[in-house]
């Protein structure tokens, strides 16, 4: 089983990034994906969430209207669209898949002028 987060890096105040997870080993289409965060010295928390058809998503108050969660459940993938990027949405960003249980390793996005 495997959840491999790419995408991260260093942008700057109002930019954007995608990120990417890539699921194996397990029955992608059964999982409900979401993506979470830890910033230093926080505790991580739930930014996005879809549904397993991807019809359905939630997003943390933090970050509506700035992010979108997608997936391509025949390529296996979901994906964090970030817009309007803010310093204090520098974190490590980590991809989820439930109920399985199953954590990427993560992939650092900073935010910094």
């Known amino acids: 089983v495997q959840l491999v987060e790419s995408g991260g890096g260093l942008v700057q105040p109002g930019g954007s990034l995608t990120l990417s997870c890539a699921a194996s080993g397990f029955t992608f289409s059964s999982a409900v994906m979401s993506w979470h965060r830890q910033a230093p010295g926080k505790e991580r928390e739930l930014v996005a969430t879809i549904s397993r058809g991807g019809g359905g998503t939630n997003y943390a108050d933090s970050v509506k209207g700035r992010f979108t969660i997608s997936r391509d459940n025949y390529k296996q993938l979901v994906y964090l669209q970030m817009n309007s990027l803010k310093p204090e949405d520098t974190a490590v960003y980590y991809c989820?898949?439930?109920?399985?249980?199953?954590w990427g390793q993560g992939t650092q996005v900073t935010v910094s002028s």
């Open positions: 989820y898949a439930s109920p399985q249980g199953y």
